[in-house]
């Protein structure tokens, strides 16, 4: 699986729209981008996930560069209950659910 | 339908004991991953059992094992506990479709201490 780089840290007011990019300028054709957050010490959570295509669902959008070496997750009015790791993954989806974590980026919301 | 769900939440143990820790997958999935996440390593892949069959294993030691029954429920044992192995243990089920999204739902974790 393809390895992502994400900021360490990054902060958001609440109510403005949250921007996190991740890197992965090595993903393979066949590799999606997902997307996961985990707030404090409960399981990692879905979010979203694409392809090539921009998607958007009720928690977030993904933008995804025609390289598809980068992506952005918009969380577009954040408020402090997501606050949380995100974390972004590449991965082929196939015969195993295995997925490889990176450290993510640790997003504050301020009120 | 309900969730993913991990017992116990909590656990102490002591260092050489051993603890089994059991996962129960969302209905009708047939994939159940572990993970280990510490402070210091962060989320870091244990195993997978898909159909009772182990599919992938992480660079993990021989003291962590795992199966999984008939019921698609699994349990991982760690034997000769260290104090490196407190962490929080948590489990993924997903229906391994092969198709998108495939999506990995987390149980809520279980929270081992070896003291």
């Known amino acids: 699986d393809a390895k992502t780089t994400q900021p360490t840290s990054m902060d958001c007011a609440e109510g403005r729209a949250a921007n996190l990019p991740c890197n992965h300028s090595?993903?393979?054709?066949?590799?999606?981008v997902y997307w996961y957050r985990q707030i404090h010490s409960q399981g990692p959570q879905y979010i979203i996930h694409g392809l090539k295509n921009n998607e958007t669902n009720e928690m977030a959008s993904l933008i995804i560069t025609e390289d598809r070496k980068s992506s952005t997750l918009i969380l577009p009015h954040a408020t402090l209950r997501d606050t949380a790791v995100y974390y972004c993954?590449?991965?082929?989806?196939?015969?195993?659910?295995?997925?490889?974590f990176g450290q993510g980026t640790t997003l504050q919301v301020k009120p | 339908k309900a969730g993913v769900t991990q017992t116990p939440r909590y656990l102490i143990k002591t260092r050489g004991q051993q603890v089994t820790l059991s996962c129960s997958p969302i209905s009708g999935h047939r994939s159940v991953s572990w993970y280990q996440q510490t402070p210091g390593q962060g989320l870091q892949f244990l195993f997978e059992?898909?159909?009772?069959?182990?599919?992938n294993k992480g660079n993990f030691p021989g003291r962590f094992s795992g199966r999984q029954f008939s019921n698609s429920r699994s349990e991982m044992n760690v034997s000769t506990l260290e104090l490196g192995d407190s962490a929080l243990y948590l489990c993924a089920s997903s229906l391994l479709s092969g198709r998108a999204p495939d999506t990995q739902y987390f149980g809520p974790g279980t929270r081992l201490t070896v003291l």
């Open positions: 993954i590449v991965r082929v989806i196939g015969n195993t659910g295995k997925l490889i």
């Open positions: 059992y898909f159909s009772e069959t182990q599919r």
């Open positions: 090595t993903i393979s054709g066949n590799e999606y």
